[in-house]
């Protein structure tokens, strides 16, 4: 049976603690018995009343977090799920790759950062920082002032995970979203921007919201083929995606002009550089993204077809 794993990370004094308390409080373990492997133990403290489901487990030294103990703990425990308070010293890669058992599954990092330290220890631990920040499912900026949360949307996070919720708690308890609506997820200073497989959901979402940013830039991607049935002659290729769930598969796809793409056929393969503009087209009912297209070429279809968000 599987076990979801629920990962809590962060440096020492970021906030682990106040937030695991936080969801044990709010009924997080109220239906399912819980083990919490205690991995760096700081000022704070577990509420008591908010254990009576969880069985918590301290584990001092890297060197006990192996896959054989995580086992016993399951043998010894029965949990049905699991919450891993982890040491922020310790890196995170040997964690999912070698430790944790095939039947824990990995649900969700989250990792906790205080502001006032973040740049300090981006300087001087980068790796481990940053592994901490690219992996996150959810980031979390502690002790945030209007100074802080500048220079955090300075550095414009979002370009280092594009997937995470990223949010910024200040000083008097107030929560604010890291977004404003104005970051870009890609380096738009580059040549040529390139569009990972796996990351064709974020840059659609972003040059449909904002096309004005990337007119006149160059592009690379993977795409399939798509000739418009509603608008005969046009050509639309994009990305199957998968927007809520299984059986919501739609196409997202962006109007292309050039030589060249008459030679595919819908469901084809391709890679394509393409400098963008924003033209007017009624597909778009208005103006929209075009894609002029520079370069084309067969493409393998990657290794994950449908895109997901």
Request: net charge negative; proline share 5%; glycine share 6%.
């Amino acid at each position: 049976m599987d076990i979801p794993v629920y990962l809590v990370t962060g440096f020492l004094d970021a906030g682990k603690t106040d937030f695991i308390n936080g969801i044990l409080e709010d009924g997080f373990a109220k239906k399912e018995k819980t083990l919490l492997l205690c991995c760096e133990e700081g000022e704070n403290e577990y509420n008591e009343a908010a254990l009576r489901n969880v069985t918590v487990v301290t584990v001092e030294e890297q060197e006990e977090l192996t896959c054989s103990f995580l086992k016993e703990c399951e043998k010894k425990y029965r949990p049905k799920q699991v919450l891993i308070e982890y040491n922020g010293m310790w890196p995170l890669e040997p964690l999912y790759r070698d430790i944790l058992p095939a039947n824990w599954v990995l649900y969700q990092i989250m990792s906790f950062v205080d502001a006032r330290t973040f740049e300090v220890y981006a300087k001087n631990m980068g790796q481990l920082m940053m592994e901490k920040v690219t992996n996150a499912d959810m980031l979390v900026f502690n002790r945030c002032n209007e100074e802080l949360r500048s220079a955090l949307r300075g550095r414009n996070l979002r370009m280092v995970n594009r997937r995470a919720d990223i949010y910024l708690e200040n000083e008097d308890g107030t929560s604010e979203d890291y977004l404003t609506g104005d970051e870009c997820p890609f380096d738009l200073e580059q040549d040529i921007i390139d569009i990972p497989d796996d990351d064709f959901g974020v840059w659609y979402v972003d040059v449909m919201d904002h096309p004005e940013r990337y007119a006149g830039k160059t592009v690379h991607l993977k795409l399939v083929m798509c000739h418009s049935r509603n608008y005969p002659g046009v050509d639309c290729p994009g990305r199957f995606a998968m927007v809520c769930c299984e059986n919501d598969v739609t196409f997202l796809g962006l109007i292309a002009k050039g030589p060249g793409l008459d030679r595919y056929k819908n469901h084809d393969w391709m890679e394509v550089t393409a400098r963008m503009s924003v033209e007017y087209h009624k597909a778009y009912k208005g103006e929209g993204p075009v894609m002029n297209v520079i370069d084309i070429a067969p493409a393998k279809k990657p290794a994950q077809e449908i895109v997901s968000f």
